[in-house]
């Protein structure tokens, strides 16, 4: 029987595939959005106001990325942007006779603040190092959930897999960093 040459049933779809860069200004602007919130929040009463520093410093951050130093604190560098912004506000406010917080008192907010959501700082040093040992694929998938909020039916029609293939690959995925976190963590001296 003469043999017949193979043909896939579904044409070829070639995927671009894109890394995470966890050192990329704009990834970890998107990381420490809820951070940034809570922070700007914590000097400011109405949570309105804090949404609009929010936005400010976030436009900030993304036109003044070149002043960002790759490498260093990253949060530290956004969190100091939102203080400035916080206290440009709270002064605003008080040129129009509004009583809100003492320049002392926002200090104060603010370092007790720092310290409370700059806390994991480790962890997430952790996680960035997990993440670069994954493989090209297990990082596309987290790009495309977490970065890209695909769904798993999006994810399957982007890598051709079933849904129950990727949910269990993305299970397998965050076990495999949670280890590898707890593991970095475990060999930190004391």
């Not at 809100?100 to 480790?122: M, P």
Request: proline share 4%.
């Amino acid at each position: 029987m003469p043999e017949q040459p193979f043909s896939s049933p579904r044409p070829e779809k070639k995927t671009t595939i894109q890394v995470v860069d966890t050192e990329d200004p704009a990834w970890l602007l998107a990381q420490a959005q809820s951070r940034l919130k809570g922070y700007i929040l914590s000097m400011l009463s109405n949570s309105q106001d804090a949404d609009d520093i929010l936005q400010e410093t976030n436009t900030y951050i993304l036109t003044h990325l070149d002043k960002f130093d790759r490498g260093s604190n990253f949060k530290a560098w956004a969190f100091q942007i939102a203080y400035f912004r916080v206290k440009s506000h709270i002064r605003d406010r008080q040129r129009r006779n509004h009583v809100d917080l003492s320049d002392a008192l926002v200090e104060k907010i603010s370092h007790a603040a720092a310290t409370y959501f700059n806390g994991d700082d480790e962890r997430l040093s952790h996680l960035h190092r997990c993440i670069q040992k994954l493989g090209t694929k297990e990082r596309l998938l987290l790009r495309l959930q977490y970065m890209e909020n695909a769904s798993l039916t999006e994810l399957a029609k982007t890598t051709m897999q079933k849904p129950n293939s990727i949910h269990k690959a993305m299970s397998r995925i965050r076990q495999s960093l949670r280890f590898c976190i707890e593991k970095q963590h475990s060999q930190q001296p004391a």
